[in-house]
């Protein structure tokens, strides 16, 4: 199983590969290591998505970015699903390339539609646009999504461009901390070009913004992403994820002794248990046990007449 680390961006929308490169050579340089490709699909509009043979289209294929950027940064497929009520599962189950994706993102746009991605659809993250910011979750399906370990996205370039999506995205991030103390949220892009990436370290900053406490805004672009990637890898291969680490020993508390550290504690052994060889033996010495104390102390006792004669 993968182990995923440094700082991670879960939306890039797709585009040509002249214009996805710039893009991505910007976030190499800002300190990111995983990047998400993502790719819509809106089963709201298209009427025949329940009888196709597949609505899902093929992921956008990533080894020409791989052979570029090569061990400087990993790319994931990510689809991004628009949909109103649970009958989208009729068109997700029998699709074949949806399980060619690393992630599966929920973009409900009515409140049934909400507390279904929460409660059992199938996915990793759950994410909003503009005609979806006004949905209100209750507590419940909040924790029951946060159980799940799915993930909550807030998106800041289109905070950047539009100032009525700036003043939805706080509210929406606000109302987040108040049913949810912001947990499992996570801070993606959507960036469509290199000027509306921002580093890490400006996000840990703006996460104050959307309410999050400075530990939540580094665990936004850093630690719940990674634990969203390694879930998804466990929902593709299997119910479990196992992932295999150094152990770190630690000096105060460590089961395993060098031999100096054997020879040591021998020698320690030895000299306490001659000493108290020795302790023991002093006080034998002086007091041993009352019958042998009695007739070392006591005089000797006077002959009598007779027995001088004899």
Request: with cysteine; charged share 30%.
């Amino acid at each position: 199983m993968n182990n995923f680390t440094g700082f991670t961006d879960l939306c890039i929308p797709e585009a040509r590969a002249d214009v996805l490169e710039p893009i991505i050579r910007e976030a190499i340089e800002l300190g990111y290591r995983n990047l998400a490709i993502e790719q819509i699909i809106d089963v709201t509009t298209d009427a025949n998505a329940a009888s196709k043979q597949d609505v899902v289209p093929k992921p956008y294929c990533l080894k020409n970015l791989k052979a570029s950027f090569g061990g400087q940064i990993r790319f994931f497929n990510r689809l991004t699903v628009i949909f109103s009520d649970a009958s989208v599962s009729l068109v997700l189950n029998k699709s074949n390339n949806i399980r060619c994706y690393n992630l599966i993102a929920a973009l409900p746009t009515t409140l049934s539609g909400l507390q279904y991605a929460c409660q059992t659809m199938v996915c990793d993250i759950i994410t909003h646009n503009s005609s979806t910011n006004p949905l209100r979750l209750a507590r419940k399906y909040y924790y029951l999504a946060v159980e799940r370990d799915i993930a909550f996205e807030l998106k800041y370039a289109p905070t950047i461009v539009d100032s009525s999506e700036r003043k939805a995205t706080i509210g929406r991030a606000h109302r987040y901390h108040s049913v949810g103390k912001s947990k499992n949220v996570i801070i993606s892009s959507e960036a469509k070009n290199p000027f509306q990436l921002r580093s890490p370290y400006d996000l840990a900053n703006l996460g104050l913004i959307f309410g999050l406490s400075e530990e939540q805004s580094k665990e936004s672009i850093r630690g719940i992403p990674n634990k969203i990637l390694l879930s998804a890898e466990s929902r593709r291969f299997g119910k479990a994820g196992v992932i295999i680490a150094r152990r770190i020993k630690s000096a105060e508390d460590s089961d395993d002794y060098s031999d100096s550290e054997l020879e040591e504690d021998i020698s320690d052994d030895d000299e306490n248990e001659d000493e108290g060889t020795f302790e023991d033996a002093d006080m034998d010495d002086g007091n041993g046990t009352d019958e042998e104390n009695d007739e070392k102390e006591q005089p000797p006792k006077k002959m009598s007449k007779h027995e001088k004669i004899k």
